[in-house]
């Protein structure tokens, strides 16, 4: 069963509205990532965070709040969404005792902004 | 700051060819060097990695060597089949718990 699960999938959305992407993962980590996947740009760290009610600041947070509700439960919030955050996005969970060096990734989802 | 350069954007190979991917880095500390695969409609995952202590990392064929002089990370593999292609992501842990993301290298192999 998959440890690391993202919904939606895929989201549809106007400029301006307001997006909420949500991660599980159900491998007793500490650590949780927020990721964006654009062509040319690879992966871009956007937050992270450490255990329930923490959050780190990514590289590339502009026009981003997440929030980490649990150890299992970790949001990205987009609340004006522009179409500079189309995107595919992936949210990522890693062991503390690895320091993040195997992070294990979830299905990723499509969002577009019209 | 820390950051991973990989300067192609695709490789084409047929069945049994040799791959070289090119990977370099730059960072003021002594990282751990990592590679991830991502097949189409999947996650990332981790392929291999190499630490400053072990400076060689192999998994699935697949090799890669730290060299500190150069500051590398290639990835090789002898042998490609079809099922090798996707898209592979060179990739450090310079200190804390931040993984740096190179921009990916898509392999297409033709059977």
């Known amino acids: 069963e998959a440890a690391v699960t993202q919904s939606p999938r895929n989201k549809v959305t106007v400029t301006g509205g307001n997006v909420t992407l949500s991660c599980r993962q159900t491998n007793s980590h500490n650590y949780m990532y927020w990721y964006r996947q654009d062509t040319g740009h690879g992966l871009r760290l956007i937050h992270y965070s450490y255990g329930a009610g923490n959050l780190q600041i990514g590289d590339v947070p502009d026009g981003y709040k997440a929030t980490r509700t649990t150890q299992e439960d970790f949001f990205l919030l987009l609340e004006l969404a522009s179409p500079s955050q189309t995107s595919l996005y992936f949210c990522?969970?890693?062991?503390?005792?690895?320091?993040?060096?195997?992070?294990?990734f979830g299905p990723g989802t499509r969002l577009t902004v019209l | 700051g820390d950051s991973v350069t990989q300067k192609q954007g695709q490789v084409t190979l047929s069945e049994d060819d040799f791959l070289f991917i090119n990977c370099t880095y730059s960072t003021t500390t002594y990282p751990t060097l990592l590679w991830y695969v991502q097949y189409l409609g999947q996650g990332p995952q981790l392929l291999l990695k190499?630490?400053?202590?072990?400076n060689k990392g192999i998994s699935r064929g697949f090799e890669a060597t730290y060299d500190k002089g150069t500051t590398s990370f290639h990835l090789q593999k002898a042998s490609v089949q079809e099922s090798d292609s996707a898209v592979y992501f060179c990739a450090l842990v310079a200190g804390g718990y931040k993984v740096v993301f190179g921009s990916g290298t898509r392999l297409l192999v033709s059977p």
């Open positions: 990522a969970s890693s062991d503390a005792r690895d320091r993040g060096h195997e992070q294990y």
């Open positions: 190499v630490t400053t202590a072990n």
